[in-house]
């Protein structure tokens, strides 16, 4: 420890760690460093300027013929203060800059001794990794790391991807766990809760005894979810009616700065605050439901959605002996949930042992529910690795995606590793100590919850992921991969022992798993997660604002655009050709048993979290084996879901499959997209919980 300790944290050079150098880009002959020279503590760390601005004019290497780039730039480029966006070479800059400012605030906040010159080639060697995209941070974390939400308003929940709340104590306070959820998801944080709670609280009603009180309600995220926790709170602690006031709230359409997008106007919060009116006063009298619960927290997520400038994701978790929520999604039964029914993701919480014939009839129907084992997530770390250690035994659920084990109000940063952009496994070794780095630096960060902060203080989780999963398999064979888990595992073990004896915090509970990717996956082009594409081959279609000024662009690049079918007539569809690489299979060739092989196969060498897996099956071969395949697969397995693949077509579908001929055609009219000319773009807008539209389905 005398070594590391008079180093400067995360930039030590550590005996026994991988020393095999970076690549240099392919701009520069042989790396170079520009050193820092600032020695005195107080002045913020910063890149050297003349490594940012070499790396200007170097084309990012994106993926997907020109769909990472627009991506990028929708999602993740934000608007200067001079009104431009920001190039990729910039966002790197201001996302590695946010880092290890957090690690300087760590530091020297606690007197560990921070060295400028070692950060600086530290963060140098990070750059250049998030620029090749052997790596990146969540899609979080690309937009909110080093801009004024983190930098001034300190705001680093921002940097989280998921969360999880229980309903299990809600007798004590029965507003906190639904403003938790709706705080957090505004947020862009994705959420999962349980029903545990139903029969704990009595709806007693509004006490119409005394005067209602006017409630004006400020123009903020903080006055959304306080006026929804008032209005909660009086339906359960029987107080005065609130009559609310939105005058202040920002109409529709004016920019929400800071969060991106437009703001909804105070509709979405007036028809939030009765939808929870129209499912308490049913129940006054009575104990809240496994019904009402789930409605509420649904009727959060449509009012997040807001129009469609937001994202909302969310998981409930029930028990899988009751009917009640068996049948949630069942619209033939609960007609009514159908406006709503659809924002959270639902699974039950499987027993080992138990039977699974009523849950796969359900499955064979729309894919759902899901199965999680909360006695495998508890028990086990990585599995197949002997008994069970239980050393995460407060875990009582999990995040929308279900690749992150936690405890209640727990959230979590998950990175992204690629690697089949990796030369050889010392390279991938080397990447995985920035990327356990970025995450391990966001758990220094303070919420603004403090049961949130007493978690995660203790746990320090974290999730290091993977995608590319089949680009890799194709390329070097499953067990290349089974050796590219353990080693990498077990470097990160490494790391973390090191680095958090140093910062003197608890080492991560957890430190990996596989997410199902998104819109981060696209950047890089790679396949998202373990998940396999539709054909090497495809036609993905992009909606975009028809009087967007990038649509003018892409014409002229050679990117077929045509109205979107339907009746979306402000948008327009762009096509992106796009080819995953030679011999990849399509996902159609790859069985239901071989995709759940596949899952525990990374949930015994890799994820010590969880696997999002989402498999794939054929309603008529394979949906009666589904019941079956639970049977074996529980024992290696913390989570999993269906979703039926019925072979149903219709106009404009986000994925199509095309043979390379026809690809080879689309690809050989287009040209280079000239964003750089385009002006009038707004600010990004990220997306939402783990970085995609949707987290299983």
């Not at 309903?167 to 403003?179: I, L, N």
């Not at 396999?532 to 003018?552: A, E, N, T």
């Not at 026809?662 to 280079?672: F, G, I, N, P, W």
Request: aromatic share 10%; proline share 7%.
């Amino acid at each position: 420890m005398e070594e590391l300790r008079s180093s400067a944290g995360f930039f030590a050079p550590m005996k026994g760690s991988p020393t095999v150098a970076t690549p240099s880009p392919p701009h520069l002959t042989t790396p170079t460093l520009y050193p820092y020279h600032a020695r005195s503590t107080g002045k913020p760390f910063e890149l050297d300027a003349a490594f940012v601005e070499s790396f200007r004019g170097v084309p990012p290497p994106f993926g997907f013929n020109g769909l990472g780039e627009l991506v990028y730039l929708r999602t993740y480029s934000r608007v200067k203060p001079n009104g431009d966006k920001e190039q990729w070479f910039e966002t790197v800059a201001r996302v590695v800059n946010g880092t290890y400012r957090m690690q300087q605030e760590w530091v020297e906040g606690n007197d560990l001794g921070w060295k400028p010159d070692k950060a600086q080639r530290s963060a140098q060697e990070m750059y250049r990794r998030i620029f090749e995209l052997k790596f990146s941070p969540p899609g979080r974390g690309l937009w909110a790391m080093g801009s004024p939400l983190t930098e001034s308003k300190k705001l680093y929940a921002t940097l989280n991807n998921c969360a999880f709340v229980s309903t299990v104590e809600m007798a004590r306070d029965p507003a906190k766990p639904f403003t938790f959820l709706m705080d957090a998801s505004m947020l862009g944080i994705g959420v999962g809760f349980d029903t545990r709670g139903a029969g704990l609280a009595t709806v007693r009603g509004i006490d119409q005894s005394i005067p209602p009180i006017v409630y004006q309600v400020p123009d903020s995220r903080e006055g959304w979810v306080d006026s929804t926790r008032a209005l909660i709170a009086a339906y359960f602690e029987h107080t005065a009616d609130l009559v609310f006031d939105y005058s202040l709230v920002r109409p529709a359409g004016q920019p929400i700065r800071g969060f991106g997008g437009v703001a909804s106007g105070p509709q979405a919060l007036l028809d939030l605050h009765e939808r929870i009116r129209t499912t308490l006063n049913p129940r006054i009298g009575k104990t809240i439901n496994v019904t009402a619960i789930v409605d509420i927290m649904n009727h959060i997520g449509v009012c997040v959605v807001s129009g469609n400038v937001r994202r909302s994701s969310e998981i409930v978790l029930g028990e899988h002996d009751s009917e009640e929520f068996l049948n949630l999604k069942n619209y033939g039964v609960n007609p009514e949930r159908i406006a709503h029914g659809w924002v959270s993701n639902n699974s039950i919480f499987a027993r080992v042992g138990m039977e699974y014939d009523n849950a796969c009839q359900l499955v064979q129907n729309n894919g759902e529910p899901g199965f999680a084992w909360l006695d495998n997530m508890r028990g086990y770390g990585r599995m197949g690795h002997g008994e069970p250690d239980n050393r995460d035994k407060r875990v009582m659920g999990g995040n929308p995606c279900l690749e992150q084990s936690l405890e209640p109000y727990e959230m979590c940063c998950l990175v992204e590793t690629f690697p089949f952009r990796h030369r050889d496994m010392h390279d991938f070794e080397r990447t995985l100590k920035f990327a356990y780095m970025y995450a391990k630096t966001v758990t220094l960060g303070r919420t603004h919850w403090p049961e949130t902060n007493q978690v995660m203080l203790r746990n320090r989780r974290i999730g290091c992921s993977m995608s590319g999963i089949a680009q890799f398999i194709t390329e070097h064979g499953l067990d290349e991969l089974r050796v590219w888990c353990q080693r990498g595992y077990n470097t990160i073990q490494h790391y973390d022992e090191i680095y958090s004896n140093w910062l003197a915090i608890p080492r991560s509970i957890k430190t990996t798993s596989i997410k199902p990717s998104g819109t981060v996956s696209l950047l890089a082009g790679a396949t998202p997660g373990m998940h396999y594409p539709i054909s090497q081959c495809y036609l993905r279609r992009v909606r975009i604002g028809k009087d967007d000024p990038i649509v003018k662009s892409l014409e002229n690049a050679g990117y077929r655009v045509e109205p979107t079918v339907g009746s979306e007539a402000t948008t327009v569809c762009v096509e992106f050709p796009i080819d995953v690489g030679r011999g990849i299979r399509p996902a159609n060739t790859v069985s239901m048993w071989e995709q759940l092989s596949l899952a525990a196969f990374l949930q015994k060498h890799w994820s010590d979290n969880q696997v999002s897996c989402t498999v794939s099956f054929d309603p008529h071969t394979e949906g009666p084996q589904i019941k079956h395949a639970l049977d074996y697969f529980q024992y290696q397995l913390k989570g999993v879901s269906f979703l039926p693949n019925d072979g149903m077509r219709y106009p404009q579908m986000p994925y199509e499959e095309i043979s390379q001929e026809v690809y080879r055609a689309r690809r050989s009219v287009l040209k280079s997209v000239d964003y750089t000319s385009i002006t009038g773009m707004a600010d990004a807008v990220p997306e939402r919980g783990c970085d995609g539209d949707s987290c299983t389905r």
